[in-house]
């Protein structure tokens, strides 16, 4: 009876976390070029889902985060909101989140207006990560600590803000926590490949993490290695064939099929594209960034947490799976920093939530293990 009313009151709690996040979004510029591509989805032409786009945001943004969209202060999105030339040009970097903007399409046609609807895909990604992160915490913990801890965790800065945000964020990490989830915990071949798979059309940086996790759990891996290796190449080709069908959406922009050629080139610090963004502009965004991420973000809290699980996956001799993981999601940090100069708390929130699980796994005897938790299989995928 306790732990059932326990599982209700979070499960409340969440939902009214996530209604609030949906009702008090921030209103990110983001959210215009995604209104954009769903109504082409949706048979509007250029110029139309380019007005209608505005004319929407206007009629549904209040005043105040509205004049930020569009104010003359700022030169760059000022002449995006009057030049429909200029606005598509950004299109490139957004067109590549299909599965995300597909969902804002769905959302947009069930009668949610389009600044609704890129949120509709957050707000329902919000619940499941933080139903997923709950039951994960579960099997290591008693009831009572997890509630704190993830009631804690889903109610922080980074989570809410994620959450509020119109982008495919918070979607990218309900799919890579589950895939974490189904190759970690509950290693299961078939769901951990729909995971992956799906997150590279959320984001396709994601592809690094796929790959980097597969080819883990196979280094690591006992057994007939030839089978094996057979496997681990089909799923690489299975990889490559989702980042090629995303990098499609850019070429058909212009930009090359591989997609981070022409990205590299046209990202920009401070605007967001130019045409001769060089090699020291971008060792420059991510000095920033670094700098930002030290200042402002949970970057480098989280990343303190992870010495924690660094430190106790050397403690064993055994060169296993488990102790391999540890040293992935900073070997993933730094490779996405090299390609994508941004450490924005948002594009990490799988790997935070992945931190903590690690802590509460490797330290669990200090929090009183749950009695009766069910054994696991703890071999990788």
Known sequence: MKSSLLKATYLILIAAAAIYCFKRPLYNWDMLPYSTLILRMDGYD?????????????????????????DSANAFRYELANNTEAFDQQLPFYVVKPLYTSLGYLAYKLGFSLPQATLVPCFISYLLIGLLFFHWLQLYVRLSLAFFVALFIMVSSPLIEVAKLSTPDCLSALLLLG??????????????????????????????????????????????????????????ILFAVCYLMVGLASW?????????????????????????????????LMYEHIMSAINRSYFAIFMALHVLNIGRS?????????????????????????????????????????????????????????PGSPQRDSSPV
């Open 46 to 70: 250029d110029k139309k889902a380019f007005v209608y786009t505005y004319e929407s945001a206007k009629e549904n943004v209040p005043p105040g985060p509205y004049h930020l969209l569009t």
């Open 314 to 370: 050397f403690l064993s001799r055994r060169l296993s799976f488990d102790q391999l993981f540890p040293l992935l999601i900073p070997t993933i940090v730094f490779i996405r920093l090299i390609l994508y100069p941004d450490i924005s708390d948002r594009f990490y929130i799988a790997y935070y939530l992945m931190i903590v699980v690690l802590v509460v796994k490797n330290f669990s005897p200090l929090f009183q293990l749950s």
């Open 252 to 284: 058909e922009y212009g930009w090359s099929l591989f997609f981070y050629n022409d990205f590299a080139v046209h990202l920009h610090p401070i605007y967001g594209s130019k045409s001769d963004f060089g090699i020291q502009d971008y060792f420059r």
């Open 179 to 236: 895939a974490f989830y189904f190759t970690v915990e509950k290693p299961s071949l078939p769901f951990a490949l729909v995971c992956m798979c799906l997150s590279v059309f959320a984001r396709i940086d994601n592809v690094i993490c796929c790959f980097l996790l597969t080819s883990t759990a196979y280094a690591s891996k006992h057994g007939n290695r030839r089978q094996g290796l057979k496997s681990f190449l089909l799923i690489t």
